[in-house]
């Protein structure tokens, strides 16, 4: 804490995903053999029709500054894959394009949260959702689950924490760091207690949308009485492997849009010019064309939870989509493992940085104290490798 620094700064929690990538980098280059199953990261290269097309926009000298909301013809793309992949319709007004979907999401927390406006959070949440409301002079509010629950709400529970305060409810689907998925019918019950509070606004994190291992993606958009009042976000970090290229966007209610487009003229000017090029080749190519990475994540979560199901104290649920696994590691609380005493996850995590060169994120950084997430967008033979580690460190 410097006093010379703002107190929104002072305030603010240092990214715990990032925090842990960094700490790995660090190690790594002090010479360990860390495996890194921190950073929610895919470990694939680019696809070529991405990759063809930013070459294309630098050799069609591509340079200037786009139009703060992303490129015309970006936004026809973002609307033909909502009508394709969602059977959302969006108006091109409706569309902004931000510097990766972190930036939609802080985007929407300014220009929604006045001083002490609620923000419910379903906990596990991802992690920069809290922070990014508290910046904005919003207030977090978690709603509790568990694995019991599969880590999702229930209508009771959202009613039950909805106040005259309460502005906006963020979650995502696939959810980072549980994998679970809303079913429509599961959306269709909140959205039922939701249409008894018109004034709160739906932030529907669909990010990991393409990395579903068990069924159809459903938004809580496509229900015509929550449409008005859901604003979808979603980029190609996580489908398209693109993390690097920054882009994200939201399908919105106009005035909302509006207001992001405002916000983001005063503080970055749009987005990439050549990153927006190669998102339009992205996003016009049919998700059949990413389907070898689902294929190969859901391949990766079959042999994690294989391994881990072997190791004592570690209780998983079965992540439907994205591309973690949620463990409750509580058993391990309290005991003392290769002479380090564990009374947190942020112990246990710390503990397995140590004593297996394994990074992984605390559960405390996504609003549940008992678990820690560890993320398979890795090799196979490092999700072997580090899981071995893992067992072994917690055998000491
Ligand atoms: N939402 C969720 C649920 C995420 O896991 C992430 C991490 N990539 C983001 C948003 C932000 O993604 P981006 O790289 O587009 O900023
Ligand atoms: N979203 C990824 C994660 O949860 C990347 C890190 C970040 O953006 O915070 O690991």
């Not at 406006?117 to 910046?135: H, T």
């Not at 463990?327 to 002479?339: E, N, R, V």
Request: include cysteine; charged fraction near 20%.
């Amino acid at each position: 804490m410097n006093p010379k620094l703002s107190d929104r700064i002072n305030n603010m929690a240092t990214s715990a995903t990032l925090a842990m990538a960094a700490k790995a980098r660090e190690l790594r280059e002090a010479g360990k053999d860390i495996i890194g199953l921190s950073l929610g990261e895919p470990d694939f290269t680019i696809p070529d029709f991405v990759k063809q097309a930013a070459i294309q926009a630098v050799e069609n000298d591509y340079h200037s500054y786009t139009p703060v909301d992303g490129y015309g013809d970006l936004k026809q793309a973002i609307i033909t894959k909502f009508k394709r992949d969602n059977d959302l319709v969006y108006q091109p007004a409706q569309i902004v394009v931000s510097t990766g979907a972190k930036q939609s999401l802080y985007n929407l927390a300014q220009v929604l949260l006045n001083e002490g406006d609620e923000v419910l959070l379903p906990a596990p949440y991802w992690v920069s959702y809290s922070d990014i409301s508290k910046v904005a002079g919003g207030i977090p509010k978690e709603i509790k689950t568990t694995i019991e629950t599969d880590f999702k709400i229930t209508p009771g529970e959202l009613e039950r924490a909805i106040t005259s305060r309460t502005k906006m409810i963020i979650y995502s689907s696939p959810c980072n760091p549980s994998g679970s998925v809303y079913s429509k019918k599961e959306l269709r019950a909140l959205a039922d207690v939701l249409v008894r509070y018109p004034d709160i606004i739906v932030v529907s994190d669909e990010i990991y949308e393409h990395i579903n291992f068990s069924g159809k993606h459903s938004s809580m958009a496509g229900f015509e009485d929550m449409y008005d009042r859901t604003v979808v976000v979603n980029g190609v970090s996580k489908a398209y492997s693109m993390t690097g290229w920054r882009i994200g966007y939201i399908g919105a209610p106009e005035w909302i849009a509006r207001a992001c487009n405002k916000m983001q003229g005063q503080v970055t000017s749009g987005a990439n010019c050549i990153a927006q090029r190669a998102t339009i080749s992205a996003l016009e190519n049919p998700p059949s064309k990413i389907q070898y990475m689902v294929d190969a994540f859901k391949a990766r979560r079959k042999i994690i939870l294989n391994l881990l199901s072997e190791i004592p104290g570690f209780k998983t649920n079965e992540p439907e989509g994205a591309f973690y696994v949620f463990p409750d590691i509580s058993y391990y609380f309290g005991k003392t493992l290769g002479g380090t005493h564990i009374n947190t996850a942020s112990d246990f995590s710390l503990y397995l940085l140590e004593a297996a060169n394994v990074a992984t994120v605390t559960g405390e950084a996504f609003g549940d104290p008992n678990c820690i997430r560890i993320s398979y967008a890795a090799s196979e033979e490092d999700i072997r490798e580090a899981i071995q580690r893992i067992k072994a460190a917690v055998s000491a």
